[in-house]
Structures are given as C-alpha cells and as structure tokens.
Nanobody, 119 residues
Framework: QVQLVESGGGLVQPGGSLKLSCAASGRALSRYYMGWFRQAPGKEREFVASIGWSGGSTFHADSVKGRFTISRDTVKNTVYLQMNNLMPEDTANYYC????????????WGQGTQVTVSS
C-alpha cells in the first residue's frame, strides 16, 4: 500500500503556471506507476499523466500534452506535475494515484488538491 499526499494547488490566472507535488510513502515504490488525474464539478474523473517510478517513462493525455509535464524525484519520493499555460478548463481537483505494475488499475489515491484557473 502507498500513502499519497498532494500539495501545490491554488488560484492562478489563465496563462499562468503551477507545480503540484505528491509525496509518496510505502513499500517498494519502484513497483508502481504513478499518475495524476483530475475531476471537475459534474464531470467524470480524467487521466492527466503517468510515470514509471523505476524507469521514468511518461505518458500525457492529449488535452495537456505540451503544457503539463510529470516527473519524479526518487530520493524525495515525490511526484510532480508542472502545469504551464493553464486554461480555465484545467480547473479541477487534482489527484495523485499509484498503480502496481502488475495491475491495470490504480489502487491508492491521495486526497486531492484544488486548482482553479480564473481571471
């Protein structure tokens, strides 16, 4: 089991930037993929990006490609989501999640951090 704590959300103007952090703790993080998801009011949860903890391979949703970048620091056990050129439609609660490499579903979730993009 992995414990996840997100931080870094807030209010930002369109075109601005934010960097979200997800502090991870637990056993064998190298056996997980880490992901960021988001959910806006009245909408379904949406995949944003993922990264392999061991190899660092990344995948970004088309909606954020070129604007958001996922990364991880294996010393600090932290996953990041750098968000640039933010748009109002990026407003959502952002969640960090962990998926064991042998499973096809994310099994551990953080509590979320709110990102609001508004002028």
């Amino acid at each position: 089991q992995v414990q996840l704590v997100e931080s870094g959300g807030g209010l930002v103007q369109p075109g601005g930037s934010l960097k979200l952090s997800c502090a991870a703790s637990g056993r064998a993080l190298s056996r997980y993929y880490m992901g960021w998801f988001r959910q806006a009011p009245g909408k379904e949860r949406e995949f944003v990006a993922s990264i392999g903890w061991s190899g660092g391979s990344t995948f970004h949703a088309d909606s954020v490609k070129g604007r958001f970048t996922i990364s991880r620091d294996t010393v600090k056990n932290t996953v990041y989501l750098q968000m640039n050129n933010l748009m109002p439609e990026d407003t959502a609660n952002y969640y960090c999640a962990a998926r064991p490499v042998l499973l096809n579903q994310y099994t551990d979730w953080g509590q979320g951090t709110q990102v609001t993009v508004s002028s």
